[in-house]
């Protein structure tokens, strides 16, 4: 069975940073693809980014490219979404998401529902 457990989330200003993290268990990490989700209050799920198994292939959303970088490291069987230059619009709840390589083959990274498995979510407040 597939856990994902976010963390890494909290409060910080305008123009700053954060990292927040996703570890995953039950599975060996390196034959999933893994995605970044968000939600704020009022609005849909929204996509952010996602990364291959192997990391080769990378996925942004328009609204966060240049500013945000996801990256993985397998042998710890965990994402990373290192966010800068955060805008008070990027305030969400952010979600991680996986879904096997084999299972994701041809579908598309970018929608939410070809992941299977997610996390409980982790809060970010960028304040203004």
């Known amino acids: 069975q597939v856990q994902l457990v976010e963390s890494g989330g909290g409060l910080v200003q305008a123009g700053g940073s954060l990292r927040v993290s996703c570890t995953l268990s039950?599975?060996?990490?390196?034959?999933?693809?893994m995605g970044w989700f968000r939600q704020a209050p009022g609005k849909e799920r929204e996509f952010v980014a996602a990364?291959?198994?192997?990391?080769?292939?990378?996925y942004y959303a328009d609204s966060v490219k240049g500013r945000f970088t996801i990256s993985r490291d397998n042998a710890k069987n965990t994402v990373y979404l290192q966010m800068n230059s955060l805008k008070p619009e990027d305030t969400a709840v952010y979600y991680c998401?996986?879904?096997?390589?084999?299972?994701?083959?041809?579908?598309?990274?970018?929608?939410?529902?070809?992941?299977?498995?997610w996390g409980q979510g982790t809060q970010v407040t960028v304040s203004s």
């Open positions: 998401a996986a879904q096997s390589m084999s299972s994701l083959s041809g579908g598309s990274y970018y929608r939410g529902s070809n992941y299977a498995y």
């Open positions: 039950g599975r060996t990490s390196s034959t999933y693809a």
């Open positions: 990364i291959s198994g192997s990391g080769g292939r990378l």
